[in-house]
């Protein structure tokens, strides 16, 4: 989950526009009767909307913008009961319930219950979880852990309890987002007591009644589930599937799930998908259905299936006549119940969120704010509608009562209205003059009206030189010819968790994208086919491998290296540091091993002494390397130092110190200044004063290396830092320790990249971190130098930027 603020987008490739005549008025499905979604997936928790025919009829069906209103930022979904729509969201200084009159959208009243829960680590600010919604009052649980009734009509506290101060609860990273149930006067939250899975309070009064089972909760709901016509409730924890009565919160029955991940384990909600068949997310890259057998003491959960079908997502899938509908990493995907298999995939209508209404699939995409009607069928992706309803980021559930849809965003509310139309609405994709109008283009002309596609296409791409084709300084078409009926890029331009799909030339096997980049930029990309295969582009020899994204272009810190294309515009300059030195510029690495009393364990490290040191008696100064293996294994550290000193670089030391596990960066610090320092100087020939010290890192270490300088200004005076990853949490560790340049006279360089580690769709931004960090540095004295490049993310990038770095820190004299 896990980081603030959309990337620049600098591209703008392709733009959906909605064609078609206006809908007529009539109403489908306007008979009047009323139909609530009092809380969080509706009725039964289940995401489902059981109506009589709305959507079914073989007209076209269009859909219409009741009203809209502004809200503020929250992920918390819409309830709706009693004529009332109720959210929560940040008015900028407080966290809000507030509801409004479903048939014209004027806000009744409106309710502070907390300081604003700000965002973090990847969070947009505001309150997470849905309110419900009782007979005569409405009731919410805030970031902070504030659970509280209102009294629906006039918003007055009915009363308020507060999870962490009065029941001990443990306040998750995010904060509390657990959504409330109610169920027979009783008030069921997930978590909501030390140890407990879930508790149960009076509604009226806010009073503890029970609390069942024991396990860690994070981000899960309760769902109502019936079994042998017995309802009970179901919630996951950590390890376990909870299932107790919600009169009295006794366990009926429970299972280890098995789960792992913050987007698996930490988020599961189960999903019913048939008799005694439950459906679980639990892992970030695969899920399953436990098969369900005996009660009490002779329960047993069997593992039916487990596939990668459906996996990496935030959404809560739905059931729907033995299929499971669901987005699966960023495409809307349908699965059979009893296999796993998955029955078809489709990159329309983008991520988002979905529920199920008569036979439909209701969704809201996150990137376009739009929401979509969907056939819920295993023939296919059948959209029966699609409307633009907001400008910015749609981050929660649909919603479905008294005939219409209620969707919210980052910052508005709107009710739509489903009409049927007697003409057909569709949508085309349009380029937006990406190819340009150069050589590509002109070969798409020719090519649209040629009769034999493939000879043409034969000779366009025999006559291309170098892949991609760079046209002028800042056009670039990345091309794949081949097998596949779908195809994407994974590149550092459109960041992480994101890739942009590929147009295919009709009648061949050529699939292009395009894009504008500056004359001097340089980023990773990889073709991803058929949503499953990663393919390095075959046509251009220029490979790396990177250790920061994964398959699905997800963060992948801890895997293995993902194989990637690499190119680079007109511009760009390759560096020279990195060719193999000659024998006589060559330093040697010296391997050593600290028993550290701080740490508790061994502190591995290479230490880097230049050519000429073992003949000499000169003093050097010293640059520690955080997280060293990398930087030498993959940032050709060693040979770059071999280059440059003499020629841009002073002659140093280089300590390049290992990982130690999950060594807190606290007791990290205290190590370096109280052992790892005084034994290098003790031992190594060095210049012993803070101004020859410098703290260099890259990514997570390069948080490290400021952190430490910051907590040992009198022994480091240099700190140095590529793409320094100083997200949320991280930077208010930091905070304490930042003085001003006066009392901490310290030289920096920092230095990333515009299309770095980032998500569009979530909130981190790591360009956007590094901006506000050197804006803090001026504010507070110091002159930081470096700043932002054209340039990606990860070692492949890094590697080519030692110069500037060891330029600035250790400048030759």
Known sequence: MNLQRHANKFLSLMTIILTGSMPSVVLAGSSGERTDWPGFRGPRGDGIARVGSVFSTSNDLGLKIEWKVSIGSGYSGVAVAQGVAVTMFSDGKSDVLAAYDVATGKQRWRFPFEDTYVGHDGSHTGPIATPVI?????????????????????????????????????????????????????????????????????????????????????????????????????????????????????????????????????????????????????????????ALDGSAEHFQAKLAWESKSIRNSYNVPVYHDGHIYAFSSRFLTCVDANTGEAVWRSRQPGDGFLILVDGHLVIGTKKTGRLHIVKATPNGYEQRAQLAVFDDLIWANPSFADGSIFVRSLGELARVNIYQSSSHSTSHIADTGGTGSGRFSSFLKDIATAKNKKAIVDQFMSSISEFPLIEGDTRVHFLYRGPGSDLAIGSDIFGARQEGAMTRITGTDLFYRSAILEADARVNYMFIRDYEDHIVDPNNPRKTTSLVYGREMEMNFRGPALDMSWMAMPKWRAPTFLATPDASKQGRLDSRELDSKVLESKLAFDVYLPAGYDSSSSRYPVAYIHDGDKAITHGDLPRALDNLIGKSVRPLIAVFMKPTGRTGVNKFAEMMATELIPYIDANFRTISSREARANIGSGFAGFNAVFCGFANPELIGKIGTESAFMFGSMKNQLM???????????HFFLEWGKYDLRNPDEAWDLGQTNRDFVKLLRERGFKPSGGELHDGTGWSSWRNRSQAMFSSLFPIQ
């Open 134 to 290: 009782g007979d005569e009052q409405v009731y919410g649980l805030g970031a902070h852990g504030r659970l509280f009734a209102l009294n629906l009509k006039n918003g007055s506290l009915a009363w308020s309890v507060d999870l962490v101060k009065d029941h001990e609860a443990p306040k998750p990273h995010y904060g509390f987002s657990t959504s409330p149930m109610l169920r027979d006067g009783i008030l069921i939250v997930s978590g909501g007591a030390k140890g407990a899975v879930a508790v149960g309070f009076d509604a009226k009064t806010g009073k503890l009644l029970w609390q069942s089972g024991e396990d860690k909760v994070d981000y899960q709901s309760p769902v109502a589930y019936n079994r042998n016509g017995v309802t009970q409730i179901l919630t996951a924890g950590k390890k376990k599937l909870t299932a107790f009565s919600p009169q009295t919160g006794e366990v009926a029955w429970q299972f280890e799930h098995q789960g792992t991940g913050a987007i698996g384990a930490g988020s599961l909600t189960a999903v019913p998908v048939g008799e005694d068949r439950l459906f679980l997310t639990n892992k970030d890259q695969s899920s399953c259905v436990y």
């Open 736 to 746: 304490p320790l930042i003085k001003t340049e006066k009392e901490q006279p310290l």
